[in-house]
């Protein structure tokens, strides 16, 4: 949809407001909270991250009104939750981060391009280590470069990477590469310059400067000119060098920067700049959400409060035509219902309050072209909400495309060859989700039987205390010695002479050979008279009577 309609689609012919939220679909497979989503610039492709550790893709032009994904990505970060994603300008990669110190990069068919590298824990200055030691917040391309990612962590910063690097070296999550891709790092810090989370962060349309929200409430304006990937200049060894850092970071800080833009320990979940390139809105677990103007950047120009939220991953987002701003609330089980707030950014009132289905709304995307508002929801499902009159293409592709028909199986009497019996429907083992198959296997006391520990100190439970060398004569059978004490055991260990023990049983493998097959009894040497291995070697008394 063109900017310039986009301001008079959200109102009619008489002015009166007009919001594409008439209509919706539900876009369910997760099995707990859509945390994130993405959806590329033409608005074909969504994908939705979740709690459940899983990413799943889809298609409006190819989904039926069956509404089904293409691809599911089970745990692309491990056994990690899901955070942030975002599409590449051009739409042909995509990053995944989440509360794994190691984001990925997917290509746009979900296929792994490649693995970003992990700093070192054990340093204390963040500006000299190759990646982020603790848990990701936000992942953004750079809005003109799609060779530029931006990453936050937990670790209170803000990392550059060159995404041609971190490609060539492989998704090989613990490679030794040290060529990581990373191009720079921005530490975050509070006013009593101690490093902070920065919970979320936006890039300006012009992709030189950023905007970091951090867990102290503060907004911190950054300039990032010259960060162009055309600079990244990779390490070059020495001869027996150790590397120690991939390109030496500015000791930048913020140029603008607002303390206690919202209440401290209370995450920014959310930044989103105005098209306008002057105002940002912010969205706080503080229950409430406030627009700024970066021309006066003391004060914000309005605040909306009483607008809960629980989840650190709560989004807010602006009309295409940049007139309205709305975000969702949270709600506990049990406590009613959640609802969109639109605000009117050129009377600062808020002038809609719409309830919508399911539970507590996270991420939410209000997108330029389709004029559609996408929604994760805390019951798993992502809900997209539009308006046939206003809206175009998304949703409307689908919503109304029959499922196609499918023929059953009939049969019409007679004889009926089987080839494959198993692959009948009836023989077939039922498809369990993988984490419901790890919680039956751990309950099959064989799958899960773990040995018992040898116990030190006093005995509990009926079993007495042993030390290791006790178990190890328990676990041995009366076997050569025919004892069954273990001061038995230790004393014929002492006294019994292994190569007895070993051809005591020569003579009955001699004339009794079942432990060997017919095939080798045919083709073994001749053993020559007198030529026995215990006669070849001399004994210890032989010797002791020389």
């Given at each position: ?5 986009a ?10 407001l ?15 909270t ?10 074909n ?56 110190a ?22 204390r200055?963040?500006?000299?280590t ?22 936050s ?20 999550a613990?490679s ?10 921005m ?78 320990e209370?995450?920014?979940s ?7 390139g ?19 950047f ?55 309050e ?5 539970a ?7 997108h330029p ?37 499918r ?10 060859q ?10 077939k ?21 773990k ?28 076997g ?41 009894a ?8 007198g ?16």
């Open positions: 949809m063109p900017e310039d309609d301001d008079d689609d959200e109102e009619d012919d008489g002015g009166q007009r919001l594409p939220v008439s209509h919706q679909i539900v876009l369910k497979s997760h099995s707990k859509v945390t994130c989503l993405a959806i590329d610039r033409a608005g492709r969504l994908v939705t991250g979740s709690s459940d550790y899983d990413v799943r893709f889809w298609d409006f032009g190819g989904m039926t009104a069956e509404l089904r994904s293409f691809r599911h990505i089970e745990e692309p970060l491990g056994g990690y939750q899901i955070r942030s994603l975002d599409y590449a300008p051009q739409g042909q990669l995509l990053a995944i981060a989440g509360s794994s190691q984001p990925v990069i997917l290509d746009r068919e979900g296929r792994k391009v490649a693995t970003l590298m992990k700093g070192d824990m054990y340093i200055d963040m500006r000299k190759r990646g982020h030691v603790a848990g990701c917040t936000a992942a953004r391309f750079h809005p003109l470069d799609a060779n530029l990612l931006a990453t962590g937990e670790d209170g910063t803000v990392r550059l990477w060159d995404v041609s690097i971190a490609s060539a070296r492989g998704d090989d613990m030794l590469n040290v060529q990581g891709g990373q191009k720079g790092v530490v975050i810090r509070d006013s009593r310059d101690i490093k902070t989370v920065p919970g979320s962060f936006a890039w300006h349309a012009d992709g030189n400067t950023m905007m970091v929200g951090g867990r102290d409430g503060s907004l911190q304006l950054w300039e990032l000119r010259g960060a162009s990937s055309s600079e990244y200049k990779p390490v070059v060894l020495a001869r027996n060098a150790t590397p120690k850092i991939e390109l030496q970071a500015d000791k930048a800080k913020a140029r603008q920067l607002v303390r206690g833009a919202h209440a401290a209370s995450d920014v959310c930044v989103r700049w105005h098209k306008d002057y105002r940002v809105a912010s969205r706080s677990t503080d229950g409430s959400m406030k627009l700024w103007d970066l021309r006066r003391d004060a914000p120009l309005a605040e909306w409060g009483s607008l809960p939220s629980i989840f650190a991953m709560a989004q807010c987002d602006f009309s295409p035509g940049g007139d309205l701003l709305v975000t969702g609330t949270s709600v506990k089980k049990g406590e009613g219902g959640a609802s969109l707030t639109f605000v009117s950014t050129r009377t600062l009132e808020k002038v809609a719409v309830p919508v289905d399911g507590s709304i996270v991420a939410l995307r209000w072209q389709l004029n559609q508002l996408i929604l994760g929801n805390a019951d798993g499902g992502a809900y997209v909400l539009y308006d046939p009159d206003v809206s175009e293409k998304g949703a409307l592709l689908c919503a109304t495309k029959a499922a196609p028909k023929s059953g199986l009939v049969y019409t009497g007679g004889a009926m089987v080839i494959t019996p198993h692959a009948l429907p009836m023989f083992d039922e498809e369990k989700d993988h984490r419901k198959r790890r919680r039956e296997e751990r309950k099959d006391p064989l799958k899960s039987r040995p018992d520990q040898v116990m030190n100190g006093p005995g509990t439970g009926g079993r007495l205390a042993t030390n290791y060398q006790q178990a190890l004569l328990a676990s041995l059978s009366g050569v010695s025919g004892l069954s004490g273990t001061k038995d055991k230790i004393a014929a260990f002492k006294v019994e002479d292994p190569r007895e023990e070993l051809l005591k049983y020569a003579k009955i493998a001699e004339e009794d050979p079942h432990f060997v097959t017919p095939a080798y045919t083709n073994q040497p001749a053993v020559v008279t030529a026995h291995l215990a006669n070849t070697v001399d004994s210890d008394d032989e010797e002791d009577k020389k």
